[in-house]
């Protein structure tokens, strides 16, 4: 029976610890962004470290105006390099460079298009026509 007790104890410390290290987080994030928006929904916390990588780098390199297309092996390549990303595809995420002092890289918000307005499905399309363009 006693045995028991040390498990539970620790059960109880690493579940405080996991409310207070939460805390911690809104509380710092608190004063960047405003989080009235996210009461009761989940947000999904990811501490990275920024590391620089190029998808094309052959294609940067040539420094061109108007850049050409990838060839089958670059795309190959960049497939095999996207493969180790960590893909975000539902919910609000929070990204928090680690190298920087926590500091807040981007809050992203995953919205299914069905739920968009006439009037910003228009604006994405025009941001992405935009980027496209570039």
Not at 22 to 32: F, G, I, K, M, P
Not at 76 to 88: E, V, W
């Amino acid at each position: 029976m006693e045995a028991e007790r040390p498990k539970i104890r620790n059960l109880l410390k690493s579940f405080a610890r996991k409310r207070r290290r939460a805390a911690d987080r809104e509380s710092e994030v608190a004063l960047e962004i405003d989080t009235s928006a996210y009461a009761g929904t989940p947000v999904i916390w990811s501490r990275r470290r920024f590391k620089k990588c190029h998808l094309y780098p052959t294609i940067r390199q040539e420094k061109r105006r108007n850049p050409r297309p990838p060839t089958q092996d670059e795309l190959q390549q960049a497939k095999d390099k996207a493969s180790g990303f960590r893909k975000f595809t539902h919910g609000k995420v929070i990204l928090r460079d680690t190298t920087n002092g926590g500091e807040v890289i981007a809050v992203i918000e995953f919205t299914p298009l069905d739920e968009l307005s006439p009037e910003e499905k228009n604006e994405i399309n025009f941001v992405t026509t935009y980027l496209h363009q570039m």
